[in-house]
């Protein structure tokens, strides 16, 4: 819980947002880890973002209508302010949104990093992960290209880089720019063994599975169908190109085979070559 009560204490967060907001999400954390919110009692291998709020959020807060409207709140306030994930669901109460999408911030983009090398179908790949911190945890997304978009509260229209990832939101559109690069340990990494057609390929595989539900990697399923119906991060990008007829899966990292597919075994993969990372800025 230290990493938890640091992240409440950060002036960055007491700024954007409310005390009530912050000691809710330490409350939740404290449940999960003490074990009053069992996560394992009620986990499911397709468990949606409905089902967690469901089984874990509401409880916490209530049984009522205003305790779900206080549970919304809270997960999308932390994770797309932050994150800038989830750009093609309503933040107010997760409704999926067709058509054209608002950032909630304008993206930074210097030359820092090498941002014209990054092409569509690289691997995204974060040390810092979702939910869980650690070698065992990370973060993985697929690069879908750059594209414009409104900014919110303002009439500019600016570009970012859009990424693929399945996270919290199910499978869903991300930004990736300089802040979130160096917030979030992330590395851009190029399938130096894949064609131009194998690479565009993966990148529609993961197009096609928008929508669809966050797996609660409990069960670290190796799943590769498109009739998947949920994905951890790793599975879905290691899926599209193992549709391709690459396995990207590297057991050197762990010195062995583990269950699941893990972001580290993905950065360890012997043809996966680093465009740029975090923690080599020009």
Same mark, same amino acid.
């Given at each position: 819980?230290? &990493?938890? /009560?640091?992240?409440?204490?950060?002036?960055?967060?007491?700024?954007? %947002? =409310?005390? *009530?907001? @912050?000691?809710?999400?330490?409350?939740?954390?404290?449940?999960?880890?003490?074990?009053?919110?069992?996560?394992?009692?009620?986990?499911?291998?397709?468990?949606?973002?409905?089902?967690?709020?469901?089984?874990?959020?509401?409880?916490?807060?209530?049984?009522?209508?205003?305790?779900?409207?206080?549970?919304?709140?809270?997960?999308?306030?932390?994770?797309?302010?932050?994150?800038?994930?989830?750009?093609?669901?309503?933040?107010?109460?997760?409704?999926?949104?067709? &058509?054209? /999408?608002?950032?909630?911030?304008?993206?930074?983009?210097?030359?820092? %990093? =090498?941002? *014209?090398? @990054?092409?569509?179908?690289?691997?995204?790949?974060?040390?810092?992960?979702?939910?869980?911190?650690?070698?065992?945890?990370?973060?993985?997304?697929?690069?879908?290209?750059?594209?414009?978009?409104?900014?919110?509260?303002?009439?500019?229209?600016?570009?970012?880089?859009?990424?693929?990832?399945?996270?919290?939101?199910?499978?869903?559109?991300?930004?990736?720019?300089?802040?979130?690069?160096?917030?979030?340990?992330?590395?851009?990494?190029?399938?130096?063994?894949?064609?131009?057609?194998?690479?565009?390929?993966?990148?529609?595989?993961?197009?096609?599975?928008?929508?669809?539900?966050?797996?609660?990697?409990?069960?670290?399923?190796?799943?590769?169908?498109?009739?998947?119906?949920?994905?951890?991060?790793?599975?879905?990008?290691?899926?599209?190109?193992?549709?391709?007829?690459?396995?990207?899966?590297?057991?050197?990292?762990?010195?062995?085979?583990?269950?699941?597919?893990?972001?580290?075994?993905?950065?360890?993969?012997?043809?996966?070559?680093?465009?740029?990372?975090?923690?080599?800025?020009?």
């Amino acid at each position: 819980m230290e &990493g938890v /009560y640091n992240f409440a204490s950060n002036d960055v967060i007491k700024h954007l %947002f =409310s005390e *009530e907001k @912050i000691n809710n999400f330490v409350n939740l954390m404290n449940g999960i880890v003490t074990k009053r919110i069992d996560l394992k009692k009620y986990a499911k291998s397709n468990w949606s973002l409905q089902d967690l709020f469901e089984n874990v959020l509401y409880p916490l807060f209530g049984d009522d209508e205003q305790a779900k409207e206080k549970a919304w709140e809270l997960i999308f306030s932390v994770y797309s302010d932050n994150y800038y994930t989830g750009l093609n669901f309503n933040h107010s109460n997760g409704e999926k949104i067709n &058509g054209t /999408y608002e950032l909630l911030d304008k993206p930074t983009y210097t030359n820092k %990093f =090498s941002w *014209e090398n @990054i092409s569509r179908g690289d691997v995204v790949f974060s040390a810092r992960g979702f939910g869980l911190y650690g070698h065992y945890s990370g973060h993985c997304a697929i690069v879908d290209g750059w594209y414009d978009a409104k900014v919110k509260g303002s009439n500019d229209t600016v570009k970012y880089l859009r990424v693929i990832e399945a996270n919290q939101f199910g499978v869903s559109y991300g930004l990736l720019d300089d802040i979130r690069m160096f917030d979030d340990k992330i590395s851009v990494l190029h399938i130096s063994d894949a064609n131009i057609r194998q690479i565009e390929a993966a990148a529609e595989f993961c197009d096609s599975q928008l929508g669809k539900n966050y797996n609660i990697p409990l069960f670290l399923s190796e799943d590769v169908s498109k009739n998947t119906s949920a994905w951890y991060c790793s599975e879905l990008i290691w899926a599209a190109y193992m549709n391709q007829g690459i396995d990207i899966q590297s057991n050197e990292y762990f010195q062995g085979d583990i269950p699941g597919i893990l972001p580290w075994e993905i950065l360890y993969y012997k043809n996966a070559k680093v465009i740029t990372s975090w923690n080599f800025v020009k």
